[in-house]
């Protein structure tokens, strides 16, 4: 989901890979040395591939029931190594059009969880001409064989792009009816609960309903926010100074579930779609969403991390 109307849209409110602070900031890491060490090996090996343009190995780096959430490369998520290896074949063909265009990225968190789990955010940069720059959320899993990429979810900032992006002139991608819940269809109420409230609160201009379906120490990464921010209290101050704006105009926010995942007994990952449509009814902006959730001792769930951002065709 992203965080409508204005924040969400406007501020961007729709993934990882290549989405989350200023470089700027310190880096907070919570991890042993030799994980830490092994985490940035993979990162970096990531970086060399893209740079390479080796989708088939950039592929390898993730986990085979993995997704990709990343709106730069498609509409829709890629599941699986075969599709993952796709997008990035697409990613590379429609943003490495010269040798110049180099990929780099920057850790802005990591944190060692239950289970081999790590989380982490960042940014990242395409260099040369028709550059951009974003911001990335990653659940990983680390293995005896190495960190293997459980969900990217990356998007661009869309203040970084040379024009505003023409939705208009998009050709829509349908989106598929049916709801993947593998082995957290006991969390499909839970999960819409979360959606009904974060899309009306978008769409009623109610900043606390949308703060409130996070954790209160819960990140909201948008690719119309120029940084991430940190804690529920500033995702509703910054939803709200949003909706306070003189330029804000209402509009509908909705957004689908596509895939959910029980990583550990107390996280959750989901993936989807979003849109965004003005009083005619007609779509003004799209994209994904791949967000983090803590499930709750009464089986509730919470966003702790959301990382959404509209998609970007091709320059």
């Not at 959430?69 to 429609?94: C, H």
Request: proline share 3%.
């Amino acid at each position: 989901m992203n965080t409508l109307t204005k924040l969400c849209f406007r501020s961007l409110s729709p993934v990882l890979a290549a989405c989350l602070l200023s470089c700027g900031q310190e880096q907070k890491v919570t991890a042993t040395p030799s994980n830490k060490e092994k985490f940035d090996a993979s990162t970096n090996e990531f970086l060399d591939l893209w740079n390479a343009g080796d989708a088939e190995s950039l592929s390898m780096l993730f986990a085979e029931d993995s997704v990709r959430v990343v709106s730069n490369d498609g509409q829709l998520p890629s599941v699986g190594r075969k599709a993952i290896a796709a997008s990035f074949r697409e990613g590379i063909r429609k943003f490495k059009t010269s040798p110049d265009n180099l990929l780099s990225s920057k850790i802005s968190n990591m944190v060692e969880l239950e289970g081999g789990i790590i989380m982490a955010h960042g940014t990242f940069t395409v260099a040369g001409e028709g550059g951009f720059n974003g911001k990335w959320a990653s659940i990983e899993r680390n293995t005896e064989d190495g960190i293997e990429i459980l969900m990217e979810s990356a998007h661009v900032t869309e203040s970084s792009l040379a024009a505003p992006i023409d939705f208009a002139s998009v050709e829509r991608v349908p989106t598929p009816d049916a709801t993947d819940y593998g082995n957290a269809a006991k969390f499909e109420e839970a999960m819409n609960r979360i959606i009904t409230n974060y899309t009306k609160g978008a769409t009623t201009g109610d900043a606390a309903l949308i703060a409130n379906t996070f954790t209160s120490d819960g990140i909201q990464i948008v690719s119309r926010q120029d940084e991430a921010l940190h804690g529920r209290t500033a995702i509703e101050e910054a939803i709200s100074a949003s909706f306070s704006a003189d330029d804000y105009t209402p509009e509908t926010l909705s957004a689908k579930t596509l895939r959910m995942r029980k990583v550990t007994d107390s996280l959750l990952i989901a993936n989807g779609t979003w849109q965004v449509a003005d009083k005619e009814g007609q779509i003004t902006r799209f994209g994904q969403w791949g967000n983090i959730f803590e499930i709750q001792e009464d089986g509730s769930l919470l966003m702790k991390v959301e990382c959404a951002g509209a998609f970007v065709p091709a320059p």
